[in-house]
């Protein structure tokens, strides 16, 4: 097992992209989100460099949420700092933000319109026009298994097709980062294949960092394994040492403290 060691967060940058960064995609330096007196995240740092799916492990309480919020700028944080594709989230938002794709636990969903009508708005504020948006609309539909409920409005739709139009959306503008915040929740068996598979696809371009529950998931899909435990970083290391010694689940108990 590998310790991740933890870095003061650094100053404020001046210049619009970072000057330290490297090949990292994800970058937390001393990431911290206090409410009042408690601390959600504590001190957590870790890299996630291009092509590599990581997942983001911990139980319940522990941070995940939090801290994904604070990647993609959802939620900003007491003190730390974070780069997306070398531009630092504080002050350059609209530029880190542009190359995440976030699909968050339970995210919302315009109930009203269809799929094909909520990715047809979405291309439009993001500004996806012409032959390009007609390119991406098809993709996401096609890899998000959605054609069959392409004209069905979103509120008539089961929880995991809604789940599979939240990813669609995360997708469609082509981000070099993906944070999924638990993407197979709510899928039949025969779905979780087909999710699995496309993030093992995306994986081979894209810099994924995702969330769940299900540790056999994280042995199908992931090459990393991060875990946080009451908000602070206890593990960050390959699949292979998280799976080594004594099996993941064991692991897992035995990072967060699980006493059976």
């Known amino acids: 097992m590998t310790q991740a060691s933890k870095s003061p967060p650094s100053g404020s940058p001046k210049s619009k992209k970072t000057q330290q960064n490297n090949s990292a995609m994800i970058k937390a330096d001393g990431l911290t989100k206090l409410y009042g007196d408690f601390a959600a995240v504590a001190d957590v740092s870790f890299e996630v460099p291009a092509q590599q799916v990581c997942a983001f492990l911990g139980p319940n309480g522990a941070g995940k949420s939090t801290t994904m919020k604070l990647l993609t700028g959802y939620l900003a944080p007491t003190r730390g700092r974070i780069t997306i594709d070398r531009f630092d989230l ?11 794709g976030y699909l968050p636990e339970n995210g919302p969903l315009y109930t009203e319109m269809t799929p094909k009508s909520a990715l047809n708005y979405l291309a439009q504020v993001r500004r996806i026009r012409g032959g390009h948006k007609t390119e991406r609309m098809d993709f996401v539909c096609e890899k998000c298994d959605l054609k069959e409920v392409w004209h069905k409005p979103i509120g008539k739709l089961s929880r995991g097709f809604r789940q599979r ?35 093992r696809d995306l994986g081979e371009s894209k810099t994924v960092l995702l969330s769940t529950h299900i540790l056999r998931e994280v042995e199908l899909v992931c090459g990393r394994v991060i875990v946080i435990n009451e908000g602070r970083l206890v593990y960050d290391g390959s699949i292979e040492e998280f799976n080594s010694s004594q099996g993941s689940e064991r692991q897992f108990h035995e990072l967060t403290g699980f006493d059976n």
């Open 90 to 100: 504080e002050t350059d938002r609209i530029a880190a933000s542009s190359a995440i």
């Open 165 to 199: 139009v939240g990813m669609a959306q995360a997708l469609l503008h082509d981000p070099q980062i993906l944070i999924l915040d638990e993407p197979t929740s709510g899928l039949d068996p025969n779905q979780l294949v087909g999710v699995r598979q496309l993030i």
